[in-house]
């Protein structure tokens, strides 16, 4: 009954929201923008997203979870920041109503979800919520641990693979060019435990400072095992190797980390915490093919 409702929610969700609001469709392959409500300026900045980059992002996707799973249809809301969004569907507007949140991915609705925020470019949003939407449907909605989801969905704003499977700058993505050094102070920083501990149902929307400081650190852990999967491989292939082990917690990811890189929870985390806060590595910017 309730799979039914949702797919009833689900279908009817665009036509409710044109009934009140004005919503324009753009096309980019697997992924349809919807642009509810939004300014000139606003549709001008949804157009310049390629179907090229939406593609690229599925292609790295796909690569880091090692799969061929055919890609999903994915709707993408758009909200501009001038949309009257008490006219918005119920369902939405729990969501909507969060000021502070600028995305989502709204499972239950096979919808991800962006509003146009002043401080963040509209297409890192998308393309942060699209990951989560690839790495939720193409795996069948494995439950990885948050801060694992999360790095991957912050990477993808700066980082993605190329067709050789390597890594590159962006530097159209950085915009505010926030990722080269971590340079995190003791108040920000968060330990490997913590991050894959958190608890991130409880605190989403009641300690909202906290979610984004844990989304920002998870993006320096994920840049963190990348650097040491120049020592272990494996650690490139985390996703499909905790699929494979069905780990799903923290406590396991953090075991499994350990074992992979034959060193101890000491070792992990002084090498972690002076990653982040002494700057000591820069990311590479040099495009791969100037190498
Ligand atoms: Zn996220």
């Not at 390629?50 to 880091?64: D, F, K, M, T, V």
């Not at 055919?70 to 920041?81: A, K, T």
């Not at 000021?99 to 509003?115: D, H, I, K, Q």
């Amino acid at each position: 009954m309730q799979r039914t409702k949702d797919w009833v929610r689900q279908a009817l969700l665009v036509p409710t929201l044109r009934a009140q609001m004005e919503v324009r469709k753009l096309k980019r392959g697997y992924a349809t923008i919807y642009a509810v409500t939004c300014s000139p300026t606003e549709l001008a900045e949804l157009s310049r997203i390629r179907s090229g980059e939406i593609a690229n992002l599925a292609a790295g996707i796909q690569h880091y979870l090692d799969t061929n799973e055919e890609l999903p249809r994915i709707r993408v809301l758009c909200f501009g920041s001038c949309a009257a969004l008490e006219n918005t569907p119920q369902e939405l507007s729990q969501w909507l109503c969060n000021t502070t949140a600028r995305g989502a991915w709204l499972r239950r609705l096979c919808t991800a979800v962006a509003r146009f925020t002043p401080a963040t470019p509209i297409r890192r949003i998308i393309v942060h919520e699209l990951t989560h939407a690839l790495l939720d449907l193409l795996t069948n909605g494995f439950p990885y641990p948050v801060a694992i989801a999360e790095g991957f969905a912050r990477r993808a704003e700066y980082l993605l693979p190329n067709k050789r499977g390597m890594t590159e700058w962006q530097q159209q993505s950085s915009h505010q060019q926030k990722g080269h050094r971590a340079n995190l102070t003791d108040d920000e920083f968060m330990s490997v435990r913590e991050l894959l501990c958190f608890d991130a149902r409880a605190r989403w929307t009641s300690d909202r400072a906290s979610f984004l400081g844990m989304t920002n650190v998870s993006f320096w852990l994920n840049v963190y095992l990348f650097k040491l999967s120049g020592k272990h491989p494996i650690l490139k292939r985390i996703l499909p190797e905790l699929r494979l082990r069905c780990i799903t917690t923290g406590e396991g990811v953090y075991s499994w980390l350990q074992e992979a890189c034959s060193i101890d929870h000491a070792e992990l985390e002084d090498g972690f915490y002076r990653f982040c806060t002494k700057g000591t590595m820069e990311l590479d910017t040099t495009p791969n093919d100037r190498r």
